[in-house]
Structures are given as structure tokens and as C-alpha cells.
Nanobody
Framework: QVQLVESGGGSVQVGGSLRLSCAASGGTFRNYNMGWFRQAPGKERDFVAHISWNGVAIDYIDSVKGRFTISKDNAKNTLYLQMNSPKPEYTTVYYC??????????????????WGQGTQVTVSS
């Protein structure tokens, strides 16, 4: 059974930093593409960051490039999202995702992934 548990959300001021974590269980963590998404109330879940199963391919939505860093620790079965100098418009719920299949060649999306319960991030000016 796949389980993803996010933590690390909270309130942060512009110019500060926050690190989200996602503890994964079920399956061999190192074999799966992982990602971070965010979703505002009443809106679709949007892609934020992607890391391939082998860590070679990393991608971000343009608006967070240079501010966010996605990484994973295979020994701890944990995915991270380091958020530096976030903007107030980044305020929303962030979700961790894991691709359903091993060694995938594409990013997570709502049709092919497992999801955590989400963690709220609030950025204030």
C-alpha cells in the first residue's frame, strides 16, 4: 500500500525559507519518479517540480525556478522541496506525488500518480 505523508508546511515571510518533506512507503522509493504539485481552492492541481527516479531529470514550473529545489533521499525514502524567498502568490496547499509505475519516462500527473494529503503553505509579505 502506497502512502505519502507531507510535512513542513506552515507560515513563512517573503525572503524566508521553508522545506517541505514527503515520507513515502510502499514500493522501492528509489525506483519512482516523484513530484510536487499545488492546488488552490476551486482550481486544478498544478505541477510545481519533478525529479526522476534516478535523480537525473529535474524540472520546475517557470515561476519557481531559482527559488525552489526538489531533491530526494533514497536512504530515508523522503522527497523534499526547498522553498527559498517564496512569494505571497505561492500560498496554497502543496501535494507530494509518486508515479504509479517504476522507471517511468514521464512526469507525475493526476492520472498516473499517488498523492499525499497535502500541506498548507502560507507566505506573507
Amino acid at each position: 500500500q502506497v502512502q505519502l505523508v507531507e510535512s513542513g508546511g506552515g507560515s513563512v515571510q517573503v525572503g524566508g525559507s521553508l522545506r517541505l518533506s514527503c515520507a513515502a512507503s510502499g514500493g522501492t522509493f528509489r525506483n519512482y519518479n516523484m513530484g510536487w504539485f499545488r492546488q488552490a481552492p476551486g482550481k486544478e492541481r498544478d505541477f510545481v517540480a519533478h525529479i526522476s527516479w534516478n535523480g537525473v531529470a529535474i524540472d520546475y514550473i517557470d515561476s519557481v525556478k531559482g527559488r525552489f529545489t526538489i531533491s530526494k533521499d533514497n536512504a530515508k525514502n523522503t522527497l523534499y522541496l526547498q522553498m527559498n524567498s517564496p512569494k505571497p502568490e505561492y500560498t496554497t496547499v502543496y501535494y507530494c506525488s509518486r508515479y504509479a509505475a517504476e522507471y517511468a519516462r514521464s512526469r507525475c500527473n493526476p492520472g498516473n500518480s499517488y498523492w499525499g494529503q497535502g500541506t498548507q503553505v502560507t507566505v506573507s509579505s
